[in-house]
T-cell receptor, first 111, second 112 residues
Framework: DGGITQSPKYLFRKEGQNVTLSCEQNLNHDAMYWYRQDPGQGLRLIYYSQIVNDFQKGDIAEGYSVSREKKESFPLTVTSAQKNPTAFYLC??????????FGSGTRLTVV | GEDVEQSLFLSVREGDSSVINCTYTDSSSTYLYWYKQEPGAGLQLLTYIFSNMDMKQDQRLTVLLNKKDKHLSLRIADTQTGDSAIYFCAESIGWGYNKLIFGAGTRLAVHP
C-alpha cells in the first residue's frame, strides 16, 4: 500500500537536545511538507520541499532544519534553538491540485 | 493577505445534518479543501472543490462555494457518531506545489 509514514509516534526531548523526526513516503510525490499543530490553532508550515536537494522555509522555520537527499524522505530536526517545541508534528506529501496525503503524526514533548 | 477562518465548535444530534462554515480572504484561491482529523491522528482528505465550481456532492458530503463572499461550507447529511472529529478548511493559492493555508479547525461533537 502506498502511504506516508512518520516515526516515532511519541518523542520526548530534554532541554538543549536536538531530535529528528522521520517522514518517508512511497507515493512517488515530488513535494513534501512539515506542519506543526498546536491546540486550538490551525496547521502552521515549517518547511517544504518541491524537489530533491531543495527546500524552502515556511512560516515558522526558526529552530528547525530539514534535508531532502532522497525523494522518499524528508526528515525534520528540532534543534535546541526552538524554545517551545512541544507540539504535534505532521508530515505531508503531494500536489495542491489534488490535496495532500498526511502521515499519522509525531507528538513531541519536552521533559 | 492569506487567512482562513472557521468557528471552533459545533454540536449536533445524531441523524441531523451538520454544516461547517469557513471563510477565506485570498480571491486567487484555486482549490479549497476539507480535511478530517480524528484524535491523535493525521489529517484525512475528505473532499475538495475547484474555485470555478459552486457545488460538489460526494455521498453524504456536500460542499458549497460562494466565491463572491469567499465562503465555503461542508454539509454532512445524517451525521453519525463516527463523524465526531475536527474538520479543517484549507485553500491553495496559485498553481503547482504551493502551500496550503489551513483554518484552525472546527470540532464537531455528535450526541445521541
Amino acid at each position: 500500500d502506498g502511504g506516508i509514514t512518520q516515526s516515532p509516534k511519541y518523542l520526548f526531548r530534554k532541554e538543549g537536545q536536538n531530535v529528528t523526526l522521520s517522514c518517508e513516503q512511497n507515493l512517488n510525490h515530488d513535494a513534501m511538507y512539515w506542519y506543526r499543530q498546536d491546540p486550538g490553532q490551525g496547521l502552521r508550515l515549517i518547511y517544504y520541499s518541491q524537489i530533491v536537494n531543495d527546500f524552502q522555509k515556511g512560516d515558522i522555520a526558526e529552530g528547525y532544519s530539514v534535508s531532502r537527499e532522497k525523494k522518499e524522505s524528508f526528515p525534520l530536526t528540532v534543534t535546541s534553538a526552538q524554545k517551545n517545541p512541544t507540539a504535534f508534528y505532521l508530515c505531508a506529501s503531494g500536489h495542491t491540485n489534488y490535496g495532500y496525503t498526511f502521515g499519522s503524526g509525531t507528538r513531541l514533548t519536552v521533559v | 493577505g492569506e487567512d482562513v477562518e472557521q468557528s471552533l465548535f459545533l454540536s449536533v444530534r445524531e441523524g441531523d445534518s451538520s454544516v461547517i462554515n469557513c471563510t477565506y480572504t485570498d480571491s486567487s484561491s484555486t482549490y479549497l479543501y476539507w480535511y478530517k482529523q480524528e484524535p491523535g491522528a493525521g489529517l484525512q482528505l475528505l473532499t475538495y472543490i475547484f474555485s470555478n465550481m459552486d457545488m460538489k456532492q460526494d455521498q453524504r458530503l456536500t460542499v458549497l462555494l460562494n466565491k463572491k463572499d469567499k465562503h465555503l461550507s461542508l454539509r454532512i447529511a445524517d451525521t453519525q457518531t463516527g463523524d465526531s472529529a475536527i474538520y479543517f478548511c484549507a485553500e491553495s493559492i496559485g498553481w503547482g506545489y504551493n502551500k496550503l493555508i489551513f483554518g484552525a479547525g472546527t470540532r464537531l461533537a455528535v450526541h445521541p
